[in-house]
């Protein structure tokens, strides 16, 4: 999950907050930057999880990484506000910020209840910019560089059918990612977001593709032929986190194997038609000579 090929060292120094840091694509990346010589600040909901997620991260981690947990529910401000507080006194200053804290669920959207859309909006939306804005507010009073990673999706610039609140708050993350990219600039402050493809996951993945037929009919829309891994989120995360890109800000790095890219061309479906019953039905187009 750590063979990254980058320096052991890259992230040496650097405290870094993850939300829903206890599990999933969360852990994977906690982990990359222990092992990467980080101390890593991991957040969410249940104590539990995150006591053992922590200790999970210190068996990967090198000489100068460390997790600690920090129990917190970011849908409220003060909480949030609190959970940064807390991190920044423990590691004496934090200088990264992974916004991973989700929810999402699939309905017809005329469905959706008040209830069900804040669950979702309010974690994914409202958490990621409590938690940015405090980060950056302790930055600035340090006077201190720092980077934000935050995970969108794909379909935060196309919108989805069936995932309304979700494609709502993706939006509004990478929005807050390009605004404040551009205002925080002078302070040293780089906001990045990452946009991945189907990852399976503890828990997301099989909520979200629940039998064997929606996984099959989600791979054949990937043209490299299969999913991610967290562990290739997880370096892209620590690359935009670390110094070998200081110039790139208010950036979205998508990794999802083009499967965005497949949808929304007009003919990209073709594809899946066997090539030489395609090439036959392109020379069949072709004007007759003479």
Same mark, same amino acid.
């Given at each position: ?10 992230? !040496? ?23 990467? %010589?980080? +101390? ?20 990967? !981690? ?16 003060? @909480? ?5 507080? !807390? ?11 992974? $916004? $991973? ?33 405090? =980060? ?43 605004? &404040? ?10 906001? $990045? ?14 909520? &979200? ?5 929606? @996984? ?18 997880? $370096?892209?995360? !620590? ?8 110039? @790139? ?13 497949? %949808? ?14 395609? +090439?036959?039905? =392109?020379?069949?187009?072709?004007? +007759?000579?003479?």
């Amino acid at each position: 999950m750590t063979e990254s090929g980058f320096d052991p060292r890259l992230l !040496a120094g650097r405290a870094i907050l993850v939300t829903g840091g206890g599990s999933g694509l969360g852990l994977a990346m906690a982990s990359t930057f222990a092992a990467h %010589g980080a +101390k890593v600040a991991i957040a969410g909901r249940r104590r539990d999880r995150l006591e053992a997620a922590a200790k999970e991260i210190a068996a990967s !981690a090198r000489e100068g990484g460390e997790a600690a947990p920090f129990p917190a529910d970011i849908r409220e401000p003060e @909480q949030a506000a609190g959970l940064v507080a !807390a991190a920044a006194e423990r590691f004496g200053g934090l200088d990264g910020l992974v $916004n $991973n804290a989700a929810g999402n669920f699939l309905a017809f959207s005329e469905t959706v209840t008040p209830n069900g859309f804040d669950a979702v909006v309010k974690t994914v939306l409202h958490g990621t910019v409590h938690c940015t804005l405090a =980060f950056g507010r302790q930055l600035m009073e340090r006077k201190a560089p720092g980077a934000v990673v935050s995970i969108v999706t794909t379909y935060a610039w196309t919108g989805t059918a069936y995932a309304l609140p979700s494609a709502c708050a993706k939006a509004g993350v990478l929005a807050m990612t390009r605004s &404040l990219a551009v205002e925080w600039g002078h302070a040293g402050i780089r906001l $990045n977001a990452i946009a991945p493809g189907p990852i399976p996951t503890e828990g997301a993945f099989s909520r &979200l593709m629940p039998t064997p037929e929606t @996984q099959r009919a989600a791979l054949a829309r990937i043209p490299l032929g299969r999913f991610g891994e967290t562990r290739e989120i997880a $370096n892209l995360a !620590a690359f935009l986190l670390s110094d070998l890109c200081p110039y @790139q800000t208010g950036d979205c790095v998508t990794m999802d194997g083009g499967e965005w890219l497949a %949808g929304a061309g007009e003919f990209s479906d073709y594809r899946r038609v066997p090539r030489e019953k395609l +090439k036959a039905g =392109f020379d069949a187009l072709r004007p +007759k000579k003479g």
